[in-house]
């Protein structure tokens, strides 16, 4: 049998017709000018003018139609799925190199955010038990993170979310984690053992993706753990390769 043609929406084409249109005359154009170009009706035209309006997808100016913000807020939507992919990806081709689970985290509007993470079975994330926002003094993550920040930020941050002690290896003492993040090299991975989970140890590269605070991040179960210090090394020495391919659009 042969396939079916697909069902298209007359309307939607049209309005799309029109999008364009209104894309070829800078100035903008009338609604008698965008009929004709667009090959419409003049009532068909006025109707779906008024309502791409409406949505924020035009805007009237003198008499003449513009694009609105709703059309940039679509490309700025696809510029962010695009650049999600290629973090997913990357983080795929991470763990399958260094046979570990692999996580993308920011900082932002003042708060830890994990992006992405890779998994597959053997090598299996962390499980977030404990809200990896508010515990960012007990994972390497967060550690990661909090040590790219100056003073303040860091005082910010600990103001709002007061240490956890999640396991018995937790630093809970504001004062010893700030030396602790003050003592950091910039450039060197941020290890973890089992301070946000028992069983599982971990470690955090620093990375800027634009202006962005960031990091990429690996988790190992313990008995593992001797691994650890050789793959967080093998991490930092591939996420520069890595970056220069990542368009992060916070």
């Given at each position: 049998m042969e396939n079916a043609a697909p069902t298209l929406i007359g309307s939607v084409q049209r309005a799309l017709r029109l999008l364009e249109a209104v894309g070829e005359h800078r100035q903008g154009a009338t609604a008698k000018q965008l009929a004709r170009k667009a090959g419409l009706p003049l009532a068909t035209t006025y109707h779906l003018l008024r309502t791409?309006?409406?949505e924020g997808y035009l805007r009237r100016v003198d008499g003449a139609y513009v694009h609105g913000e709703a059309v940039g807020a679509l490309g700025r939507h696809r510029e962010v799925r695009e650049g999600r992919d290629a973090i997913s990806g990357a983080l795929d081709r991470l763990r399958q190199e260094l046979g570990a689970a692999t996580y993308f985290a920011t900082y932002r509007d003042g708060e830890l955010e994990v992006v992405d993470v890779s998994e597959a079975p053997g090598t299996?994330?962390?499980?977030?038990?404990?809200?990896?926002?508010?515990?960012?003094?007990?994972?390497?993550i967060g550690q990661c993170l909090l040590g790219q920040l100056d003073r303040e930020g860091r005082?910010?941050?600990?103001?709002?979310?007061?240490?956890q002690s999640?396991?018995?290896r937790t630093v809970t003492d504001s004062t010893t984690l700030l030396r602790r993040l003050e003592a950091r090299h910039p450039g060197r991975p941020v290890l973890e053992q089992q301070e946000y989970l028992a069983g599982v140890v971990c470690a955090a590269v620093p990375i800027m993706v634009g202006a962005a605070v960031c990091t990429i991040a690996l988790s190992l179960p313990v008995a593992q753990a001797h691994r650890l210090p050789a793959t967080a090394d093998r991490l930092a020495?591939?996420?520069?390769?890595?970056?220069?391919?990542?368009?992060f659009t916070i």
């Open positions: 791409l309006t409406h299996v994330a962390v499980e977030e038990w404990a809200d990896f926002r508010a515990t960012g003094n007990a994972h390497a005082l910010d941050y600990l103001s709002r979310h007061r240490p999640l396991t018995r020495t591939r996420v520069g390769a890595v970056v220069d391919r990542l368009s």
